[in-house]
């Protein structure tokens, strides 16, 4: 009996040895954790399935833009989230409702992992991953299909590679319909060298890669698919080739307002820079996180098409901010498109940019716009000739294609 109890401790040892020398070779401690949590998906929108589908094209050359996290974060839905939060059920139908597909979205800023339990990301790899694929052709975002067939062999045995496959595909299709009615394009390429994408991706062990989709603007006019032509008109890109800084609080900005306007905007083609007096990562006041590119000391009005002005608990910081004032002060001057959401609109108030025009805001804010000048409306959205001005994040989609119509001097 003690040489049994000693075998037993003995092999526990070692199962326990092994299992270490495992989980260090696939959880590495120096991978990067920072966590990118995403807006709500949108449940809703302007294209009809059979648009979608009647639209689908495979694209392979794109505008050299990034795609940013809110649209990632549409696509990362479509593929793998969550549809029914009680049993875990997700947008993609799979076998047993085991789930062996992982999604990892290569982009400039590095390779990130989605989650789709708390609809989020997770850095893996820090970096630009456009050209690390095993010579697969560049482009804004890939989006590589990884999974392990392992989480299916124990109930369907031999058929578990087969079903991995099948819900890939499923995956696939749903991200590809989503791209078009984002305005993007995409093309899934099978094609691949598996083994080398799993070091550049360095997957975990047992998990392979599938599939990639790449995904990214469309190139303004010309031949942009092998499959047909898409012109940015034909897209809705009213402001394609226009630029806007959104200037968020550097603690403390609305979320909402900043994902739902720069969605808005990215998805009418302009091209979007956050700006803050702390230049890094910002954590909103819902706990997103954001990267503020521009510092605002160094930010050139004449660098942009419109200036826009996020809200939130610490927007007061600009108030009386001397930068933030002569920053809006000469986007009035040049007459570019001026706009502020929530409290926001005190800034350009107090910078003098409200005089005499309508405008609204949140009504905590209504005393200062008209001691600023401004006839205050109290209306959801205000546009007065190039300045536009919105009461709060219930309206920010409105908000933001109130701007980009205005960029389209429409």
């Not at 930068?323 to 570019?336: V, Y």
Request: glycine share 10%; hydrophobic share 45%; net charge positive.
């Amino acid at each position: 009996m003690k040489r049994l109890i000693i075998s037993a401790l003995v092999l526990g040892a070692v199962a326990a040895a092994a299992l270490a020398r495992y989980n260090a070779r696939t959880v590495s401690p120096k991978t990067p954790r920072k966590i990118i949590q995403l807006a709500e998906p949108k449940l809703q929108g302007s294209m009809s399935l059979e648009e979608a589908l009647a639209k689908r094209r495979s694209v392979r050359q794109y505008a050299d833009r990034a795609v940013g996290f809110p649209l990632i974060g549409q696509l990362a839905w479509a593929g793998q989230g969550i549809t029914e939060p009680i049993k875990g059920l997700r947008t993609a139908p799979s076998a047993g409702a085991l789930y062996p597909i992982e999604l990892y979205f290569a982009t400039p800023e590095g390779l990130f992992l989605y989650h789709a339990k708390d609809h989020s990301l997770e850095q893996t790899i820090a970096g630009d991953m456009q050209n690390s694929l095993g010579g697969i052709p560049p482009a804004p975002c890939h989006i590589v299909v990884a999974g392990s067939s392992r989480k299916l062999t124990a109930q369907f045995r031999d058929k578990a590679k087969t079903y991995m496959l099948l819900e890939a595909g499923h995956i696939a299709q749903n991200i590809c319909l989503q791209a078009v009615s984002l305005g993007l394009g995409s093309v899934t390429i099978g094609g691949i060298d598996t083994q080398e994408v799993g070091r550049a991706c360095k997957l975990p062990r047992y998990t392979e890669a599938i599939y990639v989709i790449s995904v990214g603007y469309h190139l303004t006019g010309g031949n942009v698919g092998a499959e047909g032509n898409q012109s940015a008109a034909g897209q809705g890109l009213v402001a394609q080739g226009k630029k806007v800084a959104l200037i968020i609080p550097s603690i403390d900005f609305r979320d909402d307002e900043l994902v739902e306007t720069r969605r808005a905007l990215e998805m009418a083609g302009a091209e979007t820079v956050v700006a803050s007096s702390k230049q890094g990562t910002i954590r909103g006041m819902l706990g997103n996180m954001v990267e503020a590119k521009v510092l605002l000391s160094g930010l050139r009005v004449d660098d942009y098409d419109a200036i826009v002005f996020i809200g939130g608990p610490g927007v007061v910081e600009y108030f009386d901010d001397a930068m933030a004032k002569s920053i809006a002060r000469n986007a009035a001057s040049q007459h570019k498109v001026l706009a502020a959401i929530s409290a926001a609109p005190t800034i350009l108030a107090n910078a003098g940019a409200l005089t005499g025009r309508r405008a609204t805001a949140f009504l905590s804010e209504q005393e200062r716009l008209q001691q600023g000048g401004a006839v205050f409306t109290s209306t959801f959205l205000e546009r007065d000739g190039f300045i536009i001005t919105c009461g709060g994040p219930a309206a920010a989609p409105q908000f933001g294609r109130a701007i980009a119509e205005a960029l389209a001097g429409r």
